[in-house]
Structure formats: structure tokens, C-alpha cells
């Protein structure tokens, strides 16, 4: 399978727990985006890379939440202290430079904080 | 920023065809206009993207008005499996793809 990998795709944690999610985007693509969705919204934009360099990370973020993508591969997002707030879907895709606009998505990985 | 706007759901009889609209009043001329949907408990797909002309493709054809104010995605023969949110996409600003809450398609039997 050569599209984008999520992992875990659900998670089951209590509040002031740090988790942490990883995303495979597909392998020639140089970008790669977290989402946020929760029930009967759209995906909401958290933070995407350029290759390794993190290029800009929502306000909606808070200092809790982290993202790196060490070598321009694989992408984690950790959120540290989870919060029941958190509980929802987080969605990771990705796009090559040719055509940026055109994201593959992941299956997402599903967060509930008790 | 362009700003676009959908109906919140429509319904369809299966087979068929829907039209889904899209207002995007203050989009400027050099940008594209992207549509994505999402099936059930599944993430967002990429659907068909445009700049003045109709596209069409497998999936889909996009039809786009004149003055570019507005566009409507035209699924020819509804299925069943269409049924989904559909997100009108307003053009990247500084390369994020904003999505809104889009119009939730139900398809009837």
C-alpha cells in the first residue's frame, strides 16, 4: 500500500496523559499536514512541514502539542497533558510541490480522553 | 481571504445526478477551485480542481460559473456510495488547505 499510513488509528487515553501519533505520508512527497476534526466539522489545520522544516503551526495549537518530522519521512504529533478537549480525529496528508494543492489523506487516528 | 460557502446537506434519489454548489464571491482570478470529499470514517479525498474552464474527470466534472463567483460539482449518476461530506476548497493561502464544513450528501434508495 503506498498511500498515507496512520498509527495508532485509535487511542484510548486519561486526561493528563501524553500521547503520540505517527504519520508515513506517501514516499516522493515533500509536504505533509496534521488536521483536527471533530463530529460535524470539517478538518481543521494544525501545523505542516516542507521536507523536515515545520513551516507553520496553527494558533489553535497549544504549547502541548508538538510535531516533527525528523528526516523529511515519517511525521509524529504528540500531545503532552492530554485534555478531554482533545478527544477527536487527527488527520495527517500529504502533497508533493508539483501539485501542493492535491492532499492524499490518512485513515486518521482516532483520540478519546477519558 | 476567499471565503466560500455550501449548503450544509442536500439529498438525492440514487442514479441520479446531483449538482453541488459553491459560492466564492471574492476569490481572485488566479486562483483554482478544489473540491474534496469524505466518505464515512475515512479521511478526505481529493475530488477535481479547476480554474475558468468546465473539468471533468472520472470521478467527477466541475463546472465553474463565468465571472467565477461560483462553481458546482455535478456527480452524473448519484450512488449510494456517494454519499459523503462534500468540501468546496478555498484556494491555499501561504500553501494550507482550509476546509469549511461543507455540504453533507445523503443519497436515497
Known amino acids: 500500500d503506498t498511500g498515507v499510513s496512520q498509527d495508532p488509528r485509535h487511542k484510548i487515553t486519561k486526561r493528563g496523559q501524553n500521547v503520540t501519533f505517527r504519520c508515513d505520508p506517501i514516499s516522493e512527497h515533500n509536504r505533509l499536514y496534521w488536521y483536527r476534526q471533530t463530529l460535524g466539522q470539517g478538518p481543521e489545520f494544525l501545523t505542516y512541514?516542507?521536507?523536515?522544516?515545520?513551516?507553520?503551526k496553527s494558533r489553535l495549537l497549544s504549547d502541548r502539542f508538538s510535531a516533527e518530522r525528523p528526516k523529511g519521512s515519517f511525521s509524529t504529533l504528540e500531545i503532552q497533558r492530554t485534555e478531554q478537549g482533545d478527544s477527536a480525529m487527527y488527520l495527517c496528508?500529504?502533497?508533493?510541490?508539483?501539485?501542493?494543492?492535491?492532499?492524499?489523506f490518512g485513515e486518521g487516528s482516532r483520540l478519546t480522553v477519558l | 481571504d476567499a471565503k466560500t460557502t455550501q449548503p450544509n446537506s442536500m439529498e438525492s434519489n440514487e442514479e441520479e445526478p446531483v449538482h453541488l454548489p459553491c459560492n466564492h464571491s471574492t476569490i481572485s482570478g488566479t486562483d483554482y477551485i478544489h473540491w474534496y470529499r469524505q466518505l464515512p470514517s475515512q479521511g478526505p479525498e481529493y475530488v477535481i480542481h479547476g480554474l475558468t474552464s468546465n473539468v471533468n474527470n472520472r470521478m467527477a466534472s466541475l463546472a465553474i460559473a463565468e465571472d467565477r463567483k461560483s462553481s458546482t460539482l455535478i456527480l452524473h449518476r448519484a450512488t449510494l456510495r456517494d454519499a459523503a461530506v462534500y468540501y468546496c476548497?478555498?484556494?491555499?493561502?501561504?500553501?494550507?488547505?482550509?476546509f469549511g464544513k461543507g455540504t453533507r450528501l445523503h443519497i436515497l434508495p
Open positions: 496528508a500529504s502533497s508533493s510541490m508539483r501539485v501542493v494543492e492535491e492532499l492524499f
Open positions: 512541514f516542507q521536507n523536515e522544516a515545520q513551516l507553520e
Open positions: 476548497i478555498r484556494p491555499p493561502r501561504d500553501d494550507k488547505i482550509i
